[in-house]
Antibody, heavy 118, light 106 residues
Framework: QLQLQESGPGLVKPSETLSLTCTVSGGSISSSSYYWGWIRQPPGKGLEWIGSIYYSGSTYYNPSLKSRVTISVDTSKNQFSLKLSSVTAADTAVYYC??????????WGQGTLVTVSS | SYELTQPPSVSVSPGQTASITCSGDKLGDKYACWYQQKPGQSPVLVIYQDSKRPSGIPERFSGSNSGNTATLTISGTQAMDEADYYCQAWDSSSLIFGTGTKVTVL
């Protein structure tokens, strides 16, 4: 059964870089059928797509975040990662990783709360 | 940039039908899908490709998409259906979420 698990610091200082990893189990990240993505949700607010990556390294990013986002994949560890630079309080959110099937996130991790605060 | 607009809230009595709309320019030309999110939980896909239900999703959930509006319909709404619902579509290499609708079962 496919499982996705986010991991990383729960607290990041303003202006620093947020780094998260999603570990995939029960399935191969190298499958040609899927992209893998990051989505976030500020407390009490809606969902925002951050970006997606294919196992080959091909990426799509949200234009509004593109200048600060890097998503990478490590097929040997069955993981993909998110880096978001120059964070502010507005980046405080629950961050989800997901498997993208076609053009939709069909399977989600449980999410991890990242707070940006000094 | 492309936007999907939903009503902030919808109220429905148990056993009645709830309809949630999602509006976007020529949305009917794209595939729409819908997610259900309960407090403290990850979103769950309830409708994809406008009207298809994933395995395990009850038949009371149905969807349609035409013109500028996609609609999620919950027939015979149950208390367990109380949640936030988000529509989603793909446009210009970007994954777009709707603004979200809180469904309250009174």
């Amino acid at each position: 059964q496919l499982q996705l698990q986010e991991s990383g610091p729960g607290l990041v200082k303003p202006s620093e870089t947020l780094s998260l990893t999603c570990t995939v189990s029960g399935g191969s990240i190298s499958s040609s059928s899927y992209y893998w993505g990051w989505i976030r949700q500020p407390p009490g607010k809606g969902l925002e797509w951050i970006g997606s990556i294919y196992y080959s390294g091909s990426t799509y990013y949200n234009p509004s975040l593109k200048s600060r986002v890097t998503i990478s994949v490590d097929t040997s560890k069955n993981q993909f990662s998110l880096k978001l630079s120059s964070v502010t309080a507005a980046d405080t959110a629950v961050y989800y990783c997901a498997r993208i099937e076609g053009s939709l996130p069909a399977r989600w991790g449980q999410g991890t709360l990242v707070t940006v605060s000094s | 940039s492309y936007e999907l607009t939903q009503p902030p809230s919808v109220s429905v009595s148990p056993g009645q039908t709830a309809s949630i709309t999602c509006s976007g320019d020529k949305l009917g030309d794209k595939y729409a899908c819908w997610y259900q999110q309960k407090p403290g939980q990850s979103p769950v896909l309830v409708i994809y490709q406008d009207s298809k239900r994933p395995s395990g999703i009850p038949e009371r959930f149905s969807g349609s998409n035409s013109g500028n509006t996609a609609t999620l319909t919950i027939s015979g709404t149950q208390a367990m259906d109380e949640a936030d619902y988000y529509c989603q579509a793909w446009d210009s290499s970007s994954l777009i979420f709707g603004t979200g609708t809180k469904v309250t079962v009174l």
